[in-house]
């Protein structure tokens, strides 16, 4: 879950300020592995997370979030996946800022992989901007550290495109009908509701805003306000037996980032439609 305080079981935590060495280590150990796991082959260029960092903090990259994979088998804490989300000074706005997603392991399970993503300051919330950057992947062999800082920098230049797009969704209004079937296929996304097991929660609670500054019905508001009650949960509705139950946050790494990137998918493929 996002921790407001590192707890022994933290898996993610979001600050306002950049994240030290030390908070990252509590959260995620991982990025400092001393070795890669004893499965790699001697192909594997082995290179902690922590030196691809160093040199992206020294481009003007600094983690504002942090977040590893939970696993069973504490042998593998120290390798396994994590995600740090990074902000570049020239991406910071008022409302929001730009920010490249960084995901790695030490245990054969993920590449640098390198996303582009949004950070909304009146929500504390964290968009995944589908396709629209290119994504870019550096596998463990040669100069890896050179090659995650020119994917950050390529991510970068993606930027432009995903603000014209977030510009072209706010001018977008829906009607109520409209708004109602972007609700209906973001709660299809995340439980894939059927008549044997519909989906816990209904098209009005996906919509309903959590802050007074989201009252509004344009094509970006609807996208991150059903965003936001997908993603971080909390919402009471019924499970398949009928038990009164609130809805989870998405809390996996993988998970997470497969919703986020369907929901930025579905608000592009609405701005199409209505453009």
Known sequence: MLASRFGRNSCA????????????????????????????????????TSNVLAGLRAEGFQPFMV?????????????TKHMLRLRHASQIEDGEANEV????????????????????????????????????RVRHKGPVVDGVIEGAFEVLEGFELVRERRDAMRAIELKPDEAQVFARAALALKYEPDTTKPAPVSEDQVLAPRRREDLKSDLWSTFNVAQEN??????????????????REVQGIDQGLKLNRALWLLAEGMRALKA
């Not at 935590?13 to 499965?39: C, G, M, N, W």
């Not at 977040?67 to 390798?79: N, P």
């Open 13 to 48: 935590y979001r600050s306002p300020s950049p994240l030290t060495d030390e908070q990252l280590r509590k959260v995620a150990p991982s990025i400092f592995a001393e070795a890669a796991h004893q499965s790699r082959s001697e192909r594997y260029t082995y290179i902690p």
């Open 101 to 136: 997603i960084l995901l790695n392991s030490h245990d054969g399970t993920s590449s640098y992989q390198m996303l582009a993503g949004m950070f909304r300051f009146v929500c504390s919330n964290g968009l995944v901007c589908g396709d629209i950057a290119s994504d870019v």
């Open 67 to 79: 977040c590893q994979t939970r696993v069973r088998d504490e042998s593998k804490r120290e390798f």
């Open 230 to 247: 997908l993603v971080r949960g909390g919402l009471v509705g019924r499970s398949a037996s009928g038990q009164r139950r609130r809805t």
